[in-house]
């Protein structure tokens, strides 16, 4: 999409007049016009009022992405909104931000549970596991029984045996997870918080220092996955990766059984089975 700067102006003048002034402790008398007057925005963006006119009026030009996100939050926009924002101005999304993430919506817990005999898990911009369903936790891991902090794909994949083990080839998995990993650090801008887990992984684990240190970058969207579960055998999936719409933060991936004989070993390590 190129950018429409003439639209950029509309939607940013449809979105300071919907702001209350009294939200910002400024009074709302004597005022002609509904929102925040354009030097408010631009005062608390921390531009120039004329530049914030121009804009406005569909001439300022392509504003960079550090003004825009400013934008965003003077004119309290939603993420979704915050999206629109950069499509207007640049023709493309934002950069994902690091969140915190605490859980999920129980919307989207029902999406995982729907998946009768395929593994589903949600997982953050650093890795953490933060929602699966009971395939998943019969399957690949119960991520239950771990503390939060240890709902980690690389902490597991690099320091707990069983999930080692579990691989049809550890050391191809490992170089591939770190370098999707490591692509999806830098998309997220979690300096702070992919530091201190690389150190510590680094500290705990040669292997991953090593691979770490290639700095290799990996597309993990989707592929084959062959296990060696203890109780079900060899299982042979193909994985699929998906975005998840409004939490650019997450992303989930679904385990699919590929083969009805596949689907039989899942079927047997189900408690109803």
């Known amino acids: 999409m190129a950018p429409d700067f003439a639209l950029l102006g509309s939607y940013l003048r449809s979105r300071r007049t919907r702001l209350d002034p009294a939200a910002f402790g400024i009074s709302a008398a004597r005022r002609r016009t509904p929102g925040l007057r354009r030097e408010e925005v631009a005062q608390r963006a921390s531009i120039s009022p004329t530049w914030y006119t121009w804009l406005e009026q569909g001439r300022g030009g392509a504003p960079s992405a550090g003004v825009l996100n400013r934008l965003a939050e003077s004119l309290l926009l939603t993420e979704l909104e915050r999206e629109h924002l950069f499509m207007l101005a640049l023709g493309r999304l934002p950069e994902v931000r690091y969140r915190p993430v605490e859980g999920i919506t129980s919307r989207l817990q029902r999406v995982l549970d729907a998946f009768p005999l395929s593994a589903a898990i949600v997982k953050t911009m650093t890795w953490d596991v933060v929602a699966w369903n009971r395939v998943a936790a019969a399957l690949l891991t119960d991520y239950s029984k771990l503390a939060p902090e240890n709902r980690n794909i690389l902490r597991l994949l690099f320091s707990s045996s069983q999930v080692r083990q579990a691989q049809d080839d550890w050391a191809k998995v490992a170089r591939v ?69 409004g939490r650019p933060e997450l992303g989930m991936v679904v385990f699919n059984p590929a083969s009805p004989e596949d689907a039989s070993r899942v079927q047997r390590l189900l408690p109803d089975s």
């Open 177 to 245: 997870v770190v370098g999707a990993f490591r692509a999806d650090v830098t998309r997220s801008g979690s300096n702070e918080e992919v530091s201190r887990l690389v150190a510590e992984l680094s500290e705990k684990s040669a292997e991953f220092k090593a691979l770490w240190a290639d700095n290799e970058v990996v597309a993990m969207s989707e592929g084959v996955k062959r296990l060696h579960h203890p109780v079900a055998g060899i299982v042979n999936l193909e994985f699929s990766t998906f975005a998840v719409e």
